[in-house]
């Protein structure tokens, strides 16, 4: 119904910057919330941030807070994570994911794209 691809990964050094994209297709309209997940080498996979489509309201794990910065655009059914002052610790898969309106939990996710930190 709904599908997630995640891109903008990549290699970056401590202090640097990088772009996630989200592009989703399918019955995007039934897509509520939209939020961006991490999962390291050797551990579970953490929220990082979401979005809520309508208004752009935005939550972040404090991990990220205040480095890390979530959007969306509605008319071309994207999300973006913009990450800046990235650490080492950031290093992980990131994966896109999205929650239909009226349900608890998130219902899609895509494959995710590497991000690698270097000091």
């Known amino acids: 119904q709904v599908q997630l691809v995640e891109s903008g990964g990549g290699l970056v050094q401590a202090g640097g910057s990088l772009r996630l994209s989200c592009a989703a297709s399918g019955r995007t309209g039934s897509m509520s919330y939209m939020g961006w997940f991490r999962q390291a080498p050797g551990k579970e996979r953490e929220f990082v941030a979401s979005?809520?489509?309508?208004?752009?309201?935005?939550d972040y794990a404090d991990s990220v807070k205040g480095r890390f910065t979530v959007s969306r655009d509605n008319a071309k059914n994207a999300v973006y994570l913009q990450m800046n002052s990235l650490e080492r610790e950031d290093t992980a898969v990131y994966y896109c994911?999205?929650?239909?309106?009226?349900?608890?939990?998130?219902?899609?996710w895509g494959q995710g794209t590497q991000v690698t930190v270097s000091s």
């Open positions: 994911a999205a929650q239909n309106y009226g349900s608890i939990s998130y219902n899609y």
């Open positions: 979005v809520l489509l309508s208004a752009g309201r935005t």
